[in-house]
């Protein structure tokens, strides 16, 4: 009898291939968690033997709380000591990751020469060790911001050792009682007339940060918010954003020209009473430019009762009306 060759048709094929494919995928797979494991290993127990033993001239926190037993407490309880964020101080040196290597301190029966304390070394000094860490995010443009310009640095609003506030760790048990320390004008308006819930009697809602970036920004007076301050206020007041088929040029120009963001003892927050406000650039035409006058008073006018110019003309802010519009009318 003649010899019979059987040719494997396509689909033996195919599944051979995959099998071998599954095969060596399964093979490189174990290969690589092998390798990770180890790597991780590995590092694991580098970082253990760095935490344990100190560099070279550190002595470690445990050896530092021997004689500062009294900071303990408002370190430990802060975002400083939590050891799993690598850019925490306790991830690295714990206490002379701020303060220096503390060796020569030790040595030198504690020798405050010897160490690093941003409470009484140069202001520009302070500002660096700090910024070693909050480099990012709102803290990215400290350097070169009004509050840097002028000798305000980190330490003067924060601490490390014994904050009040419930965040940011602030000297102050509030935002306001920080800030009123330099600007307490801007700080009384806030007791004043103001449809913001901003201060203590309204819950704190809304504070000073809401608005201002105290680190620094791109925007003037410091707000978190655009380049200008009718666009911060249009991030919230969107409905006054624009743009409109008839502008109010004095609206388009800045928020502030009729209203004070901080507070007012007028309506709406606006920096005079109306119809006077209206009256610093509408002092001609159509309507008398002394409104107030005898004659005015004894008609009665409606121009000197209630929303006074506002009125007639509702839509001051801007108005898309094609015809009653360019007098914002409505």
């Not at 660096?128 to 803290?139: E, I, K, L």
């Not at 004659?295 to 898309?320: A, F, K, L, Y």
Request: charged letters at 20%; glycine letters at 8%; a positive charge.
């Amino acid at each position: 009898m003649g010899r019979f060759t059987r040719t494997l048709g396509p689909t033996a094929t195919i599944t051979a291939a995959i099998g071998l494919w599954l095969v060596v995928m399964v093979t490189v797979s174990a290969s690589a968690a092998t390798r990770q494991s180890g790597a991780s290993f590995v590092k694991a127990t580098e970082t253990a033997t760095a935490t344990t033993t100190p560099a070279t001239g550190y002595v470690g926190e445990e050896t530092c709380l021997t004689c500062h037993e009294d900071h303990k407490k408002g370190y430990q309880g802060s975002p400083h000591a939590r050891a799993r964020n690598p850019r925490t101080p306790a991830a690295k040196q714990g206490c002379e990751s701020c303060h220096g290597p503390g060796q020569a301190h030790v040595d030198g029966g504690g020798d405050k020469t010897k160490i690093k304390n941003p409470a009484t070394m140069p202001l520009r000094d302070a500002n660096a060790a700090c910024q070693s860490c909050h480099n990012r995010s709102t803290h990215d443009n400290f350097a070169g911001s009004k509050h840097d310009a002028r000798n305000v640095g980190c330490v003067t609003c924060h601490s490390v050792h014994a904050p009040k506030s419930e965040k940011g760790q602030l000297k102050t048990e509030t935002q306001q009682e920080t800030c009123v320390q330099c600007h307490r004008r801007e700080v009384n308006k806030v007791h004043k007339s103001s449809h913001m819930p901003v201060g203590d009697k309204s819950g704190n809602k809304m504070e000073c940060t809401s608005c201002h970036n105290p680190h620094g920004s791109q925007n003037v007076k410091m707000l978190k918010e655009g380049t200008s301050i009718t666009e911060a206020c249009a991030s919230c007041h969107a409905e006054k954003r624009g743009p409109f088929l008839w502008e109010h040029a004095v609206g388009r120009e800045s928020c502030v020209t009729c209203h004070d963001a901080h507070g007012s003892n007028n309506e709406r927050m606006l920096v005079a009473k109306v119809p006077m406000l209206c009256q610093r650039c509408h002092v001609h035409s159509r309507h008398p430019a002394t409104i107030y006058d005898t004659t005015q008073v004894n008609n009665r006018s409606n121009r000197i009762v209630g929303r006074s110019c506002v009125n007639c003309h509702q839509m001051i802010h801007g108005s898309n009306h094609p015809t009653s519009g360019k007098v914002f009318l409505r």
